[in-house]
C-alpha cells in the first residue's frame, strides 16, 4: 500500500543467502524522510544484508521493499539508485578506479552530469572527506582509515536524499572519527534521512533518533534512541550493550550510589545530570547545616 509519510516501506522481506543461510527474516518497517536511524545488532545480525536488499544489490526471496513510493524490483532499481546511496562496511568494495577522481567522478558521470557539474561535486565531495591532496592517487595505496573516506567520498558525489552507512566509524583515528561525526551532523541537519548500522553503540548518541535493534535476521525493536540504548536487558538480551556513559550511570545505580532511572548516553545529558545530582547534594548538606 502506498504511504506517503515513509520514504522507505520494507514489508515481511525475507532472504536466504545461496549457502541457505537464512540471513533476513520477516522483516517490516517503514522510515520517514529527514529521520535519522541507528541500524544495531551484533555480528550476524543481518544489518549489512539489510541494506544490500535496500540497495537491490540482492534479491529478496519474498517481501517487499518501497522506497521514494516506489515499489523496488528490476525496472525501478536504476532510477531508485539514482537518489539512495550505501557507503560499504568494506571499502574495498566500492574502490576500484585508477585514481580517487576516477572513482569518486563514477556515480555523478553514470548519472549523466557534464563535465562542469562533475568537476565540482568530485571537489566538493574530496574537499567534505578532506582527501584532496589524494586525488590522482589510486584507491588501493590509500590507508583504510582514508579508504573509508573514500568510499563516503564517492557517495557525497551523487548527493543521495537517503544515506546508508555500514559501520562508517571502523578503523578511523580520533580526528578523522570526529571529522566524520561532523560531516554526519551537518547532513542530518540538512534533512538528508540516514540510516547507521554498526554493533558500537557508542557512536550513534547526537547522531541518530532511533535505533532498530536486530538480531538473527530480525528486527527485535524499533523506538527512540533513548528508549533502546538504555533498556540493559533487552539490550543484554541480544549481545548488545548500553553506551559508556549510560553504563556509568547503570553501574553507580546498581551499586546504590544513586538512585536514578536516566541513564545519560550524551556528554550533555551526563553534564545536565551530574550538575544536578552536585545541586541536590549540596541542597540536602545545606538543610543538614541548618
Ligand atoms: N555471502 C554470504 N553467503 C552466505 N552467508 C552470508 C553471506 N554474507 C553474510 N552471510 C550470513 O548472513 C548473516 C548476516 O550477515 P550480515 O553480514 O548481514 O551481518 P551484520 O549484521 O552486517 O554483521 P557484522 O556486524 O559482522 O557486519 C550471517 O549469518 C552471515 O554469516
Ligand atoms: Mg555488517
Redesign the pocket.
Known amino acids: 500500500m502506498k504511504n506517503e509519510n515513509y520514504i522507505i516501506e520494507v514489508e515481511n522481506l525475507t532472504y536466504f ?3 541457505k ?1 537464512p ?1 533476513i527474516k520477516n522483516v517490516s518497517f517503514n522510515v520517514r524522510k529527514g529521520e535519522s536511524i541507528g541500524l544495531i ?10 541494506f ?1 536488499l535496500l540497495m537491490g544489490f540482492l534479491k529478496p526471496q519474498s517481501g517487499t521493499i518501497r522506497i521514494f513510493n516506489q515499489e523496488l524490483n528490476k525496472k525501478s532499481k536504476k532510477e531508485i539508485r539514482k537518489r539512495i546511496g550505501m557507503v560499504f ?1 568494506d571499502p574495498n568494495d566500492q574502490l576500484f578506479s585508477p585514481s580517487l577522481w576516477e572513482d569518486v567522478a563514477f556515480g555523478p558521470f553514470n548519472l549523466g552530469y557534464n563535465k562542469e557539474e562533475i568537476a565540482k561535486r568530485v571537489n566538493k565531495a574530496l574537499n567534505i572527506t578532506d582527501l584532496e591532496r589524494y586525488t590522482d592517487k589510486a584507491p588501493h595505496h590509500l590507508s583504510f582509515g582514508e579508504k573509508k573516506r573514500a568510499a563516503l567520498a564517492t557517495i557525497l558525489s551523487m548527493d543521495p536524499e537517503i544515506l546508508l552507512l ?2 562508517p566509524f571502523s578503523n578511523l583515528d580520533p580526528d578523522s572519527y570526529i571529522h566524520l561525526r561532523e560531516i554526519i551532523l551537518k547532513y542530518k541537519k540538512a534533512n538528508l534521512t540516514l540510516i547507521i ?3 558500537d553503540v557508542d557512536v550513534l548518541p547526537d547522531l541518530v533518533d532511533s535505533c532498530i535493534l ?1 538480531n538473527n ?1 530480525q528486527i527485535i525493536r524499533k523506538g527512540e534512541l533513548h528508549d533502546i540504548l538504555t533498556n540493559h536487558t533487552l539490550l543484554k538480551t541480544h549481545k548488545m550493550r548500553m553506551p559508556v556513559l549510560g553504563q556509568l550511570f547503570f553501574n553507580l545505580k546498581i551499586h546504590n550510589i544513586i538512585n536514578t532511572e536516566m541513564f545519560p548516553v550524551t556528554l550533555t545529558e551526563a553534564e545536565k545530570f551530574i550538575e544536578s545530582l552536585l545541586k541536590s547534594k549540596d541542597n540536602t548538606r545545606k538543610m543538614s547545616n541548618c
Open positions: 543467502y545461496p549457502d543461510t540471513a545488532g551484533p555480528n550476524g545480525a543481518g544489518k549489512s544484508t539489510l544490500l562496511q555500514d559501520e548500522a554498526t554493533h536486530m535476521g
